[in-house]
């Protein structure tokens, strides 16, 4: 009990300045893809691709958006100004209000999605009503609803945490989701079977709330149960909070397009789909998702003030930071994608077969790498400028294209010529099921064709924008080619990936590989002079001997848990 207490006293304190939030985001997104790559580990080695876990992930589909659109409406963007406005009496009137209604209009709509369930899935996978698996769909479904529920409740719970700098917390809550899901694979499913997954996933939601209560309750909130205060104050949280959940829910209404035009191709491609983004979405996370949550206080303090040219080198210095770490990490993800995808998931029922597909859908996502997290950044400017509109325009851009795009892919892809030069280009030759790799390559497409439209239309308003990026955009480039070409170099002379290559060789060979590139990567950034190189070494040093070390003041870092769901 002393041991439990101490481990919360520790995740509860405060964190201030940006660098250090940096940092905690940044570490905490690492433990916490790497606990999700163990779970994607076991559930591949549980089940390999194939329909079972096609099911489990479909299942998602309904709960994730009703999240998104419902915890949106309650985003911290909105309640964390509110908190900082009111006194301690108010505040707590405040989040009775919120957590109130927002429990009233979650079970509301959980029952309406309970009950409209079996027709929705039967419209959007025809393919499992076809094969006798939509009751094991629905019933997935309707447990995993419990989910969106128990994370807006943690959506409202980080509010509170953030506004009194607890940073660690509010990071660690993610590797609580997981260890529930973990122990759904590990224990209940063994017991129950696949409702075992989806209790798992209920348990870890309730994990993700519920390791930020008791620091809450410290804080004097829910002594008392919850009222309906001022309504009119629901009203305006929720209002403010439209056009973001409304952007966020375009992100879902993607992955339910390509999600349903997968469950339309062989069995598998749904988990081959889902495994590959997972995977792309851990240096994601690490990178642009770290960067961008920690340069918006800044960003909106610049906005406040009326310094306009402090808000563009902000968002400037935090993108060439992105091209800095994601250039060359896309280039050895590329190279090394079947070293990667066989070491994390390459065991029990997912075979060669399975790892090829993953790889390449894998190399077609991690073209969007950069991308995607310049558009996490500018997204965040954007909000700080109060342009809401601008990223939902995007978003429905993005969700057209890449639905749009994946359907005519597919039907490309049914001509054998086209088919074959897609396969020997990826090297996926006679592997059925590789059309799916039309999804991966129309969301690489559209998030890219996104990104570009962004970062034009940002220029047009905040002029001198892409003049502070372009040389920091060229070499990283410049040092993406030179890593990826050494890597590739080294893995062609000690030995290419086999189907009887051990996991200990591949991991050997892949991280020979990846350091020969990664040092190449870096001769060339200290050879060009690039700005970020040296910032980063100066940084590092100082976090090794505390000679440089700066006193930071307190900054407010600012992320919400649907937008984490994204990432997830």
């Known amino acids: 009990m002393y041991l439990t207490e101490r481990v919360l006293n520790i995740i509860s304190s405060e964190v201030r300045g940006m660098h250090s939030a940096v940092y905690v985001l940044a570490g905490f997104a690492l433990l916490s893809s790497l606990l999700a790559l163990l779970r994607d580990r076991l559930l591949a080695s549980a089940f390999g691709a194939g329909s079972e876990l096609d099911l489990y992930y479909a299942a998602f589909r309904i709960p994730d958006f009703l999240f998104v659109a419902l915890g949106a409406l309650v985003s911290v963007y909105v309640i964390i100004p509110e908190l900082a406005r009111r006194d301690a009496k108010s505040q707590y009137d405040y989040i009775d209000?919120?957590?109130?209604?927002?429990?009233?209009?979650?079970?509301?709509?959980?029952?309406?999605?309970?009950?409209?369930?079996?027709?929705l899935l039967a419209r959007l996978f025809p393919h499992f009503v076809e094969s006798g698996f939509l009751p094991t769909l629905v019933s997935l479904t309707r447990i995993i609803l419990l989910q969106p529920i128990l994370l807006g409740f943690s959506n409202i719970f980080a509010a509170i945490t953030q506004t009194r700098y607890r940073y660690t917390l509010y990071a660690a809550s993610p590797l609580f989701y997981n260890f529930g899901i973990i122990f759904g694979v590990v224990i209940l499913y063994p017991i129950w079977?696949?409702?075992?997954?989806?209790?798992?996933?209920?348990?870890?939601?309730?994990?993700?709330?519920g390791i930020q209560v008791p620091s809450i309750l410290r804080d004097g909130f829910f002594r008392k149960m919850p009222r309906l205060g001022d309504t009119s104050v629901l009203l305006r949280t929720a209002v403010v909070s439209v056009p973001r959940a409304l952007a966020l829910s375009m992100n879902q209404i993607t992955f339910i397009g390509l999600t349903a035009l997968a469950g339309t191709l062989a069995f598998g491609s749904i988990s081959v789909f889902m495994f590959s983004f997972n995977l792309y979405s851990v240096p994601l996370a690490i990178i642009g998702a770290s960067y961008?949550?920690?340069?918006?206080?800044?960003?909106?303090?610049?906005?406040?003030?009326?310094?306009?040219?402090?808000?563009?080198?902000?968002?400037?210095?935090?993108?060439?930071?992105?091209?800095?770490?994601?250039?060359?990490?896309?280039?050895?993800?590329?190279?090394?994608?079947?070293?990667?995808?066989?070491?994390?998931?390459?065991?029990?029922?997912?075979?060669?077969?399975?790892?090829?597909?993953?790889?390449?859908?894998?190399?077609?996502?991690?073209?969007?790498?950069?991308?995607?997290?310049?558009?996490?950044?500018?997204?965040?400017?954007?909000?700080?400028?109060?342009?809401?509109?601008?990223?939902?325009?995007?978003?429905?851009?993005?969700?057209?294209?890449?639905?749009?795009?994946?359907?005519?892919?597919?039907?490309?892809?049914?001509?054998?010529?086209?088919?074959?030069?897609?396969?020997?280009?990826?090297?996926?030759?006679?592997?059925?099921?590789?059309?799916?790799?039309?999804?991966?390559?129309a969301y690489a497409v559209a998030t890219i064709a996104g990104t570009i439209f962004l970062v034009f239309y940002f220029e047009r308003h905040f002029k001198g924008f892409l003049a502070?990026?372009?040389?920091?955009?060229?070499?990283?480039?410049?040092?993406?080619?030179?890593?990826?070409?050494?890597?590739?170099?080294?893995?062609?002379?000690?030995?290419?990936?086999?189907?009887a290559s051990t996991l200990a060789s591949v991991v050997t060979k892949g991280l020979i590989a990846g350091v020969v590139g990664v040092s190449a990567s870096g001769l060339v950034y200290a050879f060009l002079g690039n700005r970020e190189f040296a910032e980063t070494a100066l940084e590092v040093r100082g976090r090794l001997w505390r000679g440089f070390i700066r006193k930071e003041g307190g900054t407010a870092i600012v992320v919400s848990a649907e937008e984490a769901a994204e990432l997830k």
């Open 97 to 119: 209000t919120v957590f109130l209604g927002f429990s009233i209009l979650a079970i509301c709509a959980g029952t309406i999605a309970v009950l409209i369930a079996p027709r």
């Open 193 to 209: 079977g696949l409702p075992g997954l989806a209790w798992g996933v209920v348990i870890g939601a309730g994990l993700h709330a």
């Open 292 to 441: 961008s949550v920690a340069a918006f206080p800044a960003l909106a303090l610049a906005i406040s003030q009326g310094r306009q040219l402090a808000f563009i080198e902000d968002i400037a210095t935090a993108a060439r930071h992105i091209f800095f770490w994601s250039l060359p990490a896309t280039a050895l993800i590329i190279i090394l994608r079947a070293h990667i995808v066989r070491a994390v998931l390459g065991s029990g029922s997912f075979d060669w077969t399975d790892t090829r597909l993953t790889a390449a859908s894998l190399a077609m996502l991690s073209l969007a790498l950069v991308g995607q997290g310049l558009m996490l950044l500018l997204v965040r400017g954007y909000y700080a400028a109060g342009r809401t509109f601008i990223p939902f325009l995007a978003s429905c851009g993005i969700a057209i294209g890449t639905i749009g795009l994946g359907s005519v892919l597919i039907g490309i892809m049914q001509n054998e010529s086209t088919l074959s030069f897609i396969q020997a280009l990826l090297r996926v030759e006679d592997i059925p099921g590789s059309n799916m790799l039309a999804l991966s390559i």
């Open 468 to 499: 502070k990026i372009g040389r920091s955009l060229a070499e990283g480039l410049v040092a993406a080619f030179v890593g990826g070409v050494s890597a590739y170099v080294t893995l062609a002379i000690i030995g290419p990936l086999t189907l």
